[in-house]
């Protein structure tokens, strides 16, 4: 509902009302008025702010008074357009902005669509027959009007709302029912509130608290609506192919006549079918890809399998106002098209990657978690382990191999006769090595390098901690030779200061660096024989 209360048309329609209601009383020529309610409305467009919205809304009104003084014959289209014109010809900039195109791609809609969708209710006899003298009939045609209209704007919209925000409601149409009437009338209220306190501050005060009484009633159903299951579905899945499939089928479907209506619903199916056929091809490979997130100072990795298996290495931290699963993981997995994780390795866990670790828990598919033996005494605590009982949780108490004779295998490096706290990974596929590393102290990384392999390529370190000598030992990093070392790290503070050094001193000696905090994700992509960065900006 948020286009409802941006300051766009309805308010230049009140601003105009006003205008003309003061003109009445001043004796000029009619073109004269137009040109002051010009004058006028452009210092409201600046008077609030100049968003894409009141910019269009303000050409618009203004070239269809003009039209009123040229005594020309107004097209809404040529309006539209010259409005966008203006805007891009002052800004260019602006037809990258979101407020931009939901403004025009909404109008747009409403004006192209809405008359085809009249004219298919006025196909129904009950829909013609309406007697529109009589309450009854104003109300249905009234609110039919309203859920239409807001359709209208969604079906224009509805791709490019799921491009931008990964989001498409569906609730909003129920909920515009009332949202649409009750905001109007709160903005005719709030116009009247500034006029009446002319002459009577008591008088505007009681409209005021009558409005402030309304609108917290529409804001208390909105949140309501917004609370219900399915409100909204999430379209990570959506991208630019997608974009060009649905507009050439609502092309097709709004052109369409009751002779041909037949062959182009058999063409918008093939057209379904060829778009799902083609998505899930281009899915298909033989490459696996690494993705190394943002997570602050803690690590999150994804790796994905060409057979549509999904594992996690860490999942983040967090601070008192900050999960990194929230913010980063879980929207990125989405995105990809992650339904859930098929393993999820915790190589350590301290407390605040604990409190990350139940938020992605509570908030994303997990199927299995595999952690050191470390950690075992703080999951049997009956609390924490109701919140972890629909996941299969193993503890690590020795080394072990996963998929041993597949095309893949992972490696699991622990002693559990030392009591340490970290564990580190190795993910092997084809001749291609990638080791997570995450030592919390000089104990930690002198047994991570007493396990390091030799036997496979080892292509990306995963450095432990944010980056630091302290965790990742010259001794352990020598020995590995990775060909890159990727490290987290916040830019702030003490951290960023040790990684910064740790980073240069690496480069200096000839290694590749990565910070996740500076590229927002490293990605690589291997066929088990070579592995390649992906320039994924």
């Avoid at 605040?352 to 703080?378: Q, S, T």
């Avoid at 503890?395 to 706290?421: A, D, H, M, T, W």
Wanted: charged share 15%; net charge neutral; hydrophobic share 50%.
């Amino acid at each position: 509902v948020a286009h409802i209360i941006a300051v766009s048309g309805l308010n230049v329609a009140y601003i105009l009302i006003i205008i003309w209601a003061v003109l009445m009383f001043i004796p000029v020529k009619q073109n004269y008025k137009i040109f002051i309610s010009i004058i006028l409305l452009v210092f409201y467009m600046n008077l609030t702010g100049n968003t894409p919205s009141i910019i269009r809304a303000t050409i618009m009104a203004s070239v269809f008074l003009l039209a009123q003084v040229f005594e020309r014959k107004t097209n809404s289209y040529n309006i539209i357009s010259f409005a966008a014109l203006i805007i891009l010809l002052i800004d260019p900039r602006q037809l990258f902005d979101a407020g931009f195109i939901l403004s025009f791609s909404a109008i747009l809609s409403i004006v192209v669509l809405y008359p085809k969708i009249d004219e298919w209710l006025k196909g129904f006899k009950w829909y013609a027959e309406l007697n529109t003298e009589k309450m009854t009939g104003k109300t249905i045609k009234f609110i039919l009007g309203l859920f239409f209209g807001t359709l209208a704007a969604q079906i224009g919209t509805l791709p490019i709302t799921a491009i931008m925000f990964k989001k498409i409601s569906i609730v909003s149409l129920a909920a515009n029912l009332f949202a649409i009437p009750l905001s109007n009338i709160t903005l005719a209220i709030g116009f009247i509130v500034i006029i009446v306190s002319l002459f009577s501050s008591w008088l505007a005060s009681v409209f005021a608290s009558f409005n402030i009484v309304l609108m917290f009633l529409q804001l208390k159903a909105i949140e309501f609506c917004a609370k219900l299951d399915y409100a909204y579905f999430e379209t990570y899945f959506v991208d630019a192919v997608f974009l060009l499939v649905y507009f050439t089928i609502i092309t097709i479907l709004f052109t369409a006549s009751k002779r041909n209506i037949i062959p182009r619903a058999i063409i918008v199916f093939a057209i379904s079918l060829n778009f799902i056929i083609y998505s899930s091809l281009a899915e298909q490979t033989d490459k696996v890809k690494l993705t190394y997130m943002d997570a602050g100072n803690s690590n999150s990795t994804l790796i994905k399998l060409p057979q549509g298996t999904y594992i996690l290495i860490n999942a983040g931290g967090s601070t008192d106002k900050y999960f990194s699963a929230e913010r980063n993981i879980i929207p990125y997995l989405r995105r990809e098209g992650v339904g859930s994780i098929d393993l999820l390795f915790i190589n350590s866990l301290n407390l605040n990657e604990f409190k990350n670790l139940l938020y992605f828990v509570k908030h994303f598919d997990v199927n299995r978690i595999i952690m050191p033996a470390y950690y075992k005494p703080l999951f049997e605590i009956q609390s924490v382990n109701g919140k972890f009982k629909d996941v299969k949780i193993d503890f690590i108490v020795e080394p072990i191999i996963i998929n041993k004779q597949g095309n893949f295998r992972l490696y699991v490096y622990y002693n559990s006769e030392l009591k340490g706290e970290t564990m580190m990974t190795e993910f092997v596929y084809g001749e291609q090595s990638f080791i997570f590393s995450d030592s919390y102290n000089a104990l930690d990384d002198y047994i991570s390098t007493a396990y390091l392999p030799h036997e496979n390529a080892l292509m990306v370190l995963k450095a432990a901690g944010s980056g630091s000598f302290d965790y990742n030992s010259a001794d352990f990093i020598a020995r590995a030779e990775p060909e890159f070392i990727v490290i987290s790290s916040s830019d702030k503070g003490r951290k960023k200061a040790e990684s910064d050094l740790f980073k240069s001193a690496l480069e200096e000696s000839g290694y590749t660096v990565f910070k996740t905090s500076e590229e927002g994700a490293i990605i690589f992509e291997t066929d088990g024989y070579v592995t390649n960065r992906v320039m994924w900006r």
